[in-house]
């Protein structure tokens, strides 16, 4: 596991505040599987010392997407890559998510937290039933609707302000959609409310949740990420996640 | 020139080690071990520890400030779990050690006889526990006791890790010389206090320490101050970086240089340090390490 | 809300200040004195000094270390020729003394006696001088005695200015407290050592301060564990660039902040910091300092 | 004084290591005067800490340049703006100069140190009668020798390695120019070295230096910068100077 400085072929922006970048990344791009993220370096100084985590948006044909928005100093440092830059990139990190066979596997996301879906969509679209909740606040903010749809699958959409879809969080649609399925297996990512809400709602149905959380090494090396346990003690969702089963976690 | 170093009878192929708390128990990288001088593993305690809660880490300005709190899986899990593993590892391996009394330090090297751990690193630094920590390191007198309960139970090297936080690390590196102590660690991270957007504390454990590039030019002040002081060598640690940082803290007077928080940026870190330094050394012509070790005090 | 605050019977326009030895005397940018609470001056001694050779400047990850040595013109060129021109300046003046013994911090308040001084910073800190400087700030007994030396000689508020190099600034503000002082400032720089590329130290005066943003987690943290150990009010200091900084102290327990390092890289950097916070207070809706004030050891 | 944020209209390449960066400054480009420099922020986080100093290279038609040679971390970063950036200059600072009439000038540069006597150069053209020998290691680094000429100067010319002009350093072709002229002003930038052994050569005649030692705020504040000055003292050679008489120096 070394870092590899990887070039960037595109840089677009999805939304007011989301960014997404394109790697040139044969080798990665192959290696990679969904729920497993890159700890991307930004700034090339001392400071910011530590790298960002981000899931793998999207990834075929050689080519990695990272989807991102900017939040503070490490996020926007990161918007400012051009094309023909290098990005340094540690990865892929972390345990792949599930990989189901024959099951109807549906998608919730939130806001950014769409992005790490679609490449979950992607790998699991052949074999399974691919169903999608996606939400956002507006219809600004419900990226990659395009994407999903070329995959085939057709997502329930839901804003916040009713700009598009369902007026609402994505909690009701997504137990109704669930409602329908037999047996279903339940992947999410969205801010902690949203995957907090969205386990309850849906309780007793196992939801994977994708966590992104605060971390420090991503490596499994520095214990500085740490997920409440039910019963105590915690999961380190770097190495042992970050795709967790959120049934068991005591947020 | 030879890359080799000699520290209480124990020859570490390089200088650079990776430092405890930051590199985990070396496992997940074992096969770069073989570039490194040593790793020392994250602290061990008799018990378990399940750490403080999250969030354990926060960025400052050159640096970051953790409270993870000694999360370790305790003294019977090292032992049946990682130690047997640790044999993979191709560089020396250093125990770190902490305990909430006195004697409980001297219990776990004596628990820790096993022929993989070449030495001990006495934690009487860490600001982030209740008991022990930095309040064993501020005290010279505490840590001439721990080192010697810990010199009557083991004859394997000790090497006493301190703090400068609100103490002068000259007058505790002479009470674990006193102790028997056959090298000191200089240092562990300095206090901090992260807040966050309601001016409450940030951090789980509510302060922290920090560590990084921001701690170095504290760390390598207090490698200067401490060398001269004492008999006995410094193992440096704070904020190196990369080759030059390393030769940094040997120019100060450290027989060694641990690599912390660097390895969070990188996993790579301590072995491309070690190369670093190796090149550094090669460009420069150095003989041996006397023409390195200790420049900040030579005339010439 | 209303920026102004009293410490020590004295009103100040706002609680930012500008920190000793970044600014001068002010004078350079008086015009936009009325933007600040006040100025500390640059430290002043009984006698004239050279301060220490160049280089006195080096930069570190996310900050400075400086080796000025107390350059100053002395008290008799203060009075003479400075003085009367601070006159000029519209905030509180608070003149920065420092002695080589425990008696001349008492003269130097005596002969300041100028209705245009309105308080004292003892410096008991600096880290560039041989004598005296941190070598009685590391000493609780010192700064008890260099404060009631000077509470006999003047009415003046007196505010002590703790380092917390090698000693718990908790202690010698306990002391500054016993011996009458009206408020310390938390804190001075903290040792460091910076070396140039043949290993030798880089700084004229061999080691310097460390100041600057990376020096922010290791003041907020002694701020937060000083306030709550005394009766009279802290001034805060180190690292502070912008209102969120400044408030992160208030919210840890200080009355008053200053800003050093930051004014090198923008002389208007303490109106900047005091217009900020205005803005950071309004924007929250803040009715006075004691919603903000001390909130890092608050329940609700 | 305060620091304003201009426009980068240009940047070019001056040779491998130096750069020369255009700003659209019209009030600067009016106030500036030779010998005084800007005060230019590099980074945009915390780190680097301190702006660096840069001597004013030319200013006219509104438009003030700045010329410096990467030799760090701060002109590393500083080499990476692009035409439509905005630069943080906190300026002018120093003391202009001095500005004499009808007298011989000498210009004597050496390396990066042309930069700031090109602009000195302009100023005192009409007026005086200006001279200028200018030095570097090679050929390729000798810059802006056409803006020299461009202005009606002849300069006399040498390189270290023979590769344009005179071979070997500025001293002797400057001390044999100085030698021609009737009670020469002489104005001198360059590495430490060489302001040395040209005082020395030049000796009685009063040498004036640009200064470019290490400081800390540019605006003679923080005690950060000091010459030695003969006799004993400091000078504090951002606000007294950058331009100094180094006869008086003892360096
Ligand atoms: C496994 C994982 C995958 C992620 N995937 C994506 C993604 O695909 N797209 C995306 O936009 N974001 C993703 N994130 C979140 C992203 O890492 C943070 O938004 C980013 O690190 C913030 O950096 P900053 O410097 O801009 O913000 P900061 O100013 O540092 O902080 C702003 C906010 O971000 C959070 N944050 C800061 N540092 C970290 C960190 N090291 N780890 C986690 N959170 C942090 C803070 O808690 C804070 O709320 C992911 C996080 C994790 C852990
Ligand atoms: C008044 C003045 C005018 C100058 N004009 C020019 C100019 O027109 N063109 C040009 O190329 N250079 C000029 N310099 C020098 C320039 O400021 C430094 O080269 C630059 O600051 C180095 O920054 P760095 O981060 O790249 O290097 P660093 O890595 O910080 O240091 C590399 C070298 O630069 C010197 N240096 C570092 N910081 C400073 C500082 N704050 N002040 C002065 N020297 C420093 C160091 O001593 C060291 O030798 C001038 C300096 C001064 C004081
Ligand atoms: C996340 C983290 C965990 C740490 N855990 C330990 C530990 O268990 N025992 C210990 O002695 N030091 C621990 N340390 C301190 C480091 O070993 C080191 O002394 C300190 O970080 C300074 O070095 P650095 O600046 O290179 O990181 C830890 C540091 C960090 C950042
Ligand atoms: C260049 C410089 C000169 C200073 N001179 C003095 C001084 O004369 N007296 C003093 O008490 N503190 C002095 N200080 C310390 C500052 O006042 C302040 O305590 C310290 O820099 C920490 O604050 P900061 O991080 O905001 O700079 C000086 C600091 C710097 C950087
Ligand atoms: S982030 Fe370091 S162990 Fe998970
Ligand atoms: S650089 Fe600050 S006084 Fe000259």
Excluded at chain 1, 113 to 135: C, D, K
Excluded at chain 1, 186 to 196: A, D, E, Q, Y
Excluded at chain 2, 82 to 109: D, H, K, M, Q, T
Excluded at chain 2, 235 to 260: E, H, I, K, P, W
């Amino acid at each position: 596991m070394r870092p590899v400085a990887y070039p960037v072929l595109a840089r677009r922006r999805l939304c007011p505040d989301v960014f997404l970048i394109e790697l040139d990344a044969p080798g990665l791009a192959q290696r990679v599987k969904p729920g497993q993220f890159l700890n991307i370096r930004v700034g090339d100084g001392p400071d910011p010392l530590l790298r960002r985590p981000l899931s793998v948006c999207d990834a075929d044909e050689g080519r990695v997407r990272l989807a991102f928005r900017v939040v503070g100093r490490g996020t926007a440092l990161l918007a400012r890559t051009r094309t023909g830059d290098r990005l340094d990139v540690l990865g892929p990190l972390g345990r792949p998510a599930p990989a189901p066979r024959n099951r109807n596997v549906l998608l919730v996301g939130g806001g950014i937290g769409i992005a790490p879906l679609l490449f979950t969509a992607r790998r699991l679209a052949t074999g399974n039933r691919v169903h999608a909740v996606l939400g956002a606040r507006t219809r600004e903010q419900l990226i990659l609707r395009r994407e999903f749809r070329a995959l085939g699958t057709k997502p329930i959409l839901t804003t916040d302000d009713g700009s598009l879809g369902f007026p609402g969080p994505v909690i009701e649609p997504a137990a109704d959609a669930a409602a329908k399925l037999d047996r279903p297996l339940v992947f999410t990512c969205g801010p902690k409310p949203m995957l907090r809400a969205l386990v309850r709602r849906l309780d007793p149905v196992p939801v994977w949740g994708f966590i992104e959380e605060r971390m420090g090494c991503g490596t499994g090396i520095c214990y500085c990420c740490a997920l409440p346990r039910k019963g105590g003690g915690w999961v380190r969702f770097c190495a042992d996640g970050p795709v967790v089963l959120l049934n068991e976690v005591a947020w | 020139m030879k890359m080799s170093v000699r520290l209480a009878g124990l020859e570490f192929a390089s200088p650079v080690l990776a430092a405890s708390g930051t590199w985990e128990f070396g496992l997940r990288f074992a096969d770069v071990s073989n570039q490194l001088g040593g790793i020392v593993t994250k602290g061990i305690t008799l018990e378990p520890r399940a750490g403080n809660p999250p969030p354990r880490i926060a960025e400052c300005p050159g640096g970051i400030i953790n409270s993870v709190g000694l999360e370790n899986p305790g003294l019977a899990t090292f032992v049946g779990h990682f130690l047997p593993r640790i044999g993979r590892l191709r560089c020396r391996v250093i125990v770190n050690v902490a305990g909430s009394r006195p004697g409980e330090y001297a219990e776990l090297v004596e628990r820790l006889a096993h022929p993989r751990v070449d030495a001990f690193e006495l934690n009487v630094s860490c600001p982030n526990v209740r008991e022990g920590g930095t309040a064993f390191g501020a005290s010279p007198a505490a840590v001439e006791r721990i080192t010697r309960l810990c010199r009557r139970r083991t004859k394997k090297p000790l090497i006493v890790k301190l703090t400068a936080n609100f103490v002068d690390p000259a007058e505790t590196a002479r009470a674990a010389e006193a102790g028997g102590a056959d090298a000191v660690t200089v240092l562990n991270t300095l206090f901090g206090l992260a807040l966050g957007p309601e001016g409450r504390p940030f951090l789980g454990g509510r302060t922290g320490g920090v560590s990084g590039p921001c701690l170095k030019p504290f760390a390598l002040y207090c490698v200067d101050r401490v060398a001269p002081a004492i008999g006995i060598p410094v193992v440096a640690c704070g904020g190196v970086m990369n080759g030059a940082d390393a030769a940094d803290f040997l120019s100060a007077g450290a027989r060694l240089v641990q690599v912390g928080s660097a390895s969070l940026a990188d996993p790579q870190a301590p072995g491309r340090v070690a190369r670093e330094l190796a090149t550094f050394c090669r460009a420069r012509r150095l003989r041996d390490w006397d023409d390195l070790v200790g420049r900040t005090r030579r005339e010439n």
